[in-house]
């Protein structure tokens, strides 16, 4: 079974060409064309013991959207990363270009891989609150398709002109956390956003969560964080906080909006756990992996 978002900024000119090239390799498949997003969970179930995986071209909202659908019917994933910054397919080394993407899929390597939970919505990269929200909500799609990744980094720094913040407890094992947060940002997997990375040592398949807060600080010195985010190591900065946990719960003194997978999808108060290895994908081996 194959949905398409037609909506995503590669568009899908490429697809039907990889599509057939899997048909020749055997591969018999359902095709449906999804305008809206939240449509497809239905779509799977509606296909449910018909058919033995489902492939999703799109972004990461659009994989979200699907996790519910996926997960109701254990079916695997395959990935067209369709998408802006096609964060999921990063995190698990599925290359960007389509026939390689296909190639994956045709090789018929699986791995199972975490799902995160924040309250009732599951998650799939990461939930976060704050200046990400806000990012969020003044990113358009038109930025996206016109600009690419680089669309969140526009909009993030026309973001930093008025960051705001959030006083935040966090608890987690038997410790309590409290304070100011300009951001928290809550992983599954290891890369967001424009491609930047939760934790230097963050994986989707290790049964953790990888948490990091930035406190209030001077603008100039969050744009100076850049280059720490991009690699995993904002931890290592001064007025940044970093941890890994199963379990999180976070409250906040005033209700704040939560970014799950690129869309507002909860609010706190909010706990976030893990469902280890809940989804199947069809992926590269991991590193370190049995080849």
């Known amino acids: 079974m194959v949905l398409i978002n037609p909506g995503a900024r590669q568009g899908t000119g490429g697809v039907e060409a990889q599509l057939a090239r899997l048909e020749g390799l055997g591969f018999r498949l359902t095709r449906e064309t999804v305008t809206d997003p939240d449509g497809i969970p239905e779509r799977i179930r509606r296909h449910q013991g018909q058919v033995d995986l489902v492939i ?4 990461d909202g659009t994989m979200s959207a699907a996790l519910p659908g996926l997960l109701e019917a254990g079916l695997p994933l395959g990935i067209l990363p369709l998408g802006t910054a096609n964060n999921l397919a990063r995190t698990l080394g599925i290359p960007a270009k389509l026939d390689e ?5 045709a090789a018929g390597r699986t791995r199972r891989i975490d799902v995160g939970r924040v309250n009732d919505r599951a998650f799939l990269t990461t939930a976060s609150m704050g200046l990400s929200v806000r990012i969020t909500g003044e990113l358009t799609g038109e930025a996206k ?6 669309a969140y980094v526009v ?12 006083h935040a407890e966090i608890r987690y094992d038997d410790e309590v956390l409290t304070g100011k947060a300009v951001q928290v940002v809550v992983g599954n997997g290891r890369y967001y956003g424009s491609g930047l990375a939760v934790a230097e040592n963050a994986r989707i398949d290790d049964g953790r969560l990888d948490l990091y807060v930035i406190r ?3 603008r100039w010195r969050m744009i100076l964080l850049a280059p720490a985010l991009k690699r995993g190591r904002q931890g290592r900065k001064r007025d940044v906080l970093a941890l890994s946990a199963t379990e999180l719960r976070i409250t906040t003194r005033e209700p704040q909006d939560i970014d799950v997978d690129g869309e507002i999808g909860a609010t706190t108060p909010a706990t976030f756990s893990v469902m280890e290895g809940a989804l199947e994908v069809f992926a ?7 080849h």
């Open 101 to 105: 993407a296909c190639a994956v899929i």
């Open 155 to 166: 909009t993030a720094l026309r973001s930093l002109r008025d960051p705001g913040d959030l």
């Open 216 to 218: 209030p600080q001077p």
């Open 145 to 150: 398709k016109r600009w690419g990744p680089l």
């Open 56 to 59: 999703v071209g799109g972004g």
């Open 284 to 290: 590269p081996a991991a590193e370190g992996a049995d």
